[in-house]
């Protein structure tokens, strides 16, 4: 990042809301089905047809503001927002203009969330960026560019989407893209929509400009369309800052207009200069009346869920597992459940159940590009195996390999299959004689350790697991030279 120019990055996040039917028809909300099956009159946009307001989805939009703790006014409207464009035939779009379902609010920047090349210099830890508005409007159809025609698929025309509207309070490219991904996280936690980006489910439009330091006022604003993923964000803001400084550096003024990012290409290019913006005559929908939002914000109440800066905290208290695991944990909601269920099951502290599900399970599921729903290793079973450790019956190595088993073999119980494979309790008389053969060998630790170095058990035990071949439960030989020594 340059240090003789500031950046002032504001976003535009539009998010599908999970509902089973459209905004104002009963149609299906659907994805990925048969091009123009889920249509009727009224959100093909057919003359006559009239709009029928989806109750959830205005319950989801005011979940989002309670989440995010923004104003929720009493009386919320809904306008027309004039346009022509084929993918919106009735010329107008049904929004929200002067009166919005949610106004403020933030969205906290999780440390987590940054990229991870750039965690360990965040510039202002905590951080969070105020909101200006959240609105709800209809989803337009989806219009695809053929080499002789253009064709249009009305599936998507009418789905709820809301419109998450940032101040200009983001600094860097980075702090882009932690926003995003705490929204993102945010919004599955409430259940309020999948925000998968892929899917087309969250899109996001970035305003961005630049100033010297001296100058009061923000720089020429310059607004980049349609971004496709997160990562693609954090390139196009890198490069469309370093052009926007060149050019000022090259005392070229900047033009308020629309880019477009290229990702084949790695640059911006420009799509309309402000001349041609649109000026949208909103008016109020005469066909919808005001929302009355007091009953309906009372009731949401009621099902907003721990966030996930919430449960990391009370992870940290509750199972003394440090920040970074249990930031971890609930990266994911139904990763966050399963480490509960397993915590609860299992005798150990809940600290190796945490190591356990973020080094093995986790990496497990990555590897195989796994949900958590989809694992083949119930949370009860992965608490069975940690605790035949615990118990010494089967030693770290062995605990690997049965873990690797389970997997494949689902539906088993840890502890007999780990007598299947072979694994029996370490032969305790066994590792006895090796731990004498081992304080034999190191007369002057041991000295060391009866004169108070008790930091060097550690090594003894170390020793100890090198000759039986890993066999031995680590804590049971720890306690065994301790009792012996101190
Ligand atoms: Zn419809």
């Excluded at 022509?84 to 106004?103: A, E, G, T």
């Excluded at 101040?167 to 929509?193: C, H, N, R, W």
């Excluded at 605990?399 to 007598?419: I, M, N, T, V, Y």
Aim: aromatic residues 6%; negative net charge.
């Amino acid at each position: 990042m340059r240090q003789d120019y500031i950046a002032t990055i504001g976003l535009e996040v539009h998010c599908q809301v999970n509902t089973r039917s459209k905004m104002f028809c009963g149609c299906r909300t659907s994805f990925g089905q048969e091009p123009n099956t889920n249509v009727c009159p009224t959100c093909l946009g057919l003359p006559g047809s009239l709009p029928v307001l989806n109750k959830a989805a205005i319950e989801q939009t005011i979940l989002a503001g309670l989440l995010l703790g923004c104003r929720t006014p009493e009386i919320s409207k809904w306008d027309r927002k004039n346009y022509f464009y084929p993918d919106m035939p009735k010329n107008y779009q049904i929004s929200q203009f002067d009166l919005p379902l949610c106004i403020g609010g933030s969205v906290p920047l999780y440390d987590h969330n940054y990229p991870k090349d750039y965690q360990k210099d965040i510039a202002h830890p905590g951080k969070k960026v105020g909101l200006t508005r959240i609105h709800l409007e209809e989803d337009v159809a989806k219009s695809t560019h053929l080499a002789n025609a253009s064709v249009i698929d009305f599936n998507r025309a009418g789905t709820p989407l809301m419109e998450i509207v940032s101040e200009p309070e983001i600094d860097t490219p980075e702090e882009a893209v932690a926003y995003l991904k705490t929204l993102q996280q945010i919004l599955i936690y409430g259940k309020i929509s999948d925000a998968d980006m892929e899917k087309g489910q969250l899109r996001c439009d970035v305003n961005v400009s630049v100033r010297t330091p001296g100058q009061k006022e923000l720089g020429v604003k310059i607004e980049l369309k349609n971004m496709n993923s997160i990562s693609a964000v954090r390139r196009a803001l890198h490069y469309e800052i370093e052009r926007q400084c060149d050019e000022l550096d090259a005392g070229r003024p900047l033009e308020q207009a629309t880019w477009r990012w290229n990702d084949t290409t790695g640059q911006t290019e420009i799509m309309r200069l402000k001349e041609d913006a649109h000026d949208y005559r909103y008016f109020p929908d005469p066909d919808l009346l005001p929302v009355r939002s007091g009953l309906i914000v009372d009731r949401m109440r009621q099902h907003v869920p721990e966030l996930p800066h919430e449960k990391a905290a009370r992870f940290e208290s509750e199972y003394d597992v440090t920040l970074y695991d249990a930031n971890v944990l609930v990266s994911d909601q139904t990763l966050a459940d399963y480490f509960e269920v397993a915590a609860k099951a299992s005798s150990a502290k809940p600290k190796k159940t945490a190591n356990w599900v973020i080094n093995t399970f986790l990496k497990h599921l990555n590897e195989e590009s796994l949900s958590v729903a989809a694992s083949p290793v119930s949370p009860e079973r992965l608490a069975a195996t940690v605790d035949l450790v615990e118990a010494g019956a089967v030693s770290n190595n062995q605990a690997k390999d049965l873990f690797e088993a389970l997997w494949r073999s689902p539906g088993r119980e840890p502890a007999e299959l780990a007598k299947e494979m072979g694994f029996e309790p370490a032969d305790t008389g066994a590792i006895e004689v090796i731990i004498e053969g081992v304080l034999a060998a190191h007369p002057d630790k041991v000295a060391e350790i009866r004169g108070g170095n008790e930091k060097l058990v550690n090594f003894l035990t170390g020793q100890v697991m090198k000759s039986s071949q890993g066999k031995a439960n680590p804590k049971q030989v720890t306690d065994s030279i301790r009792a012996k020594l101190l």
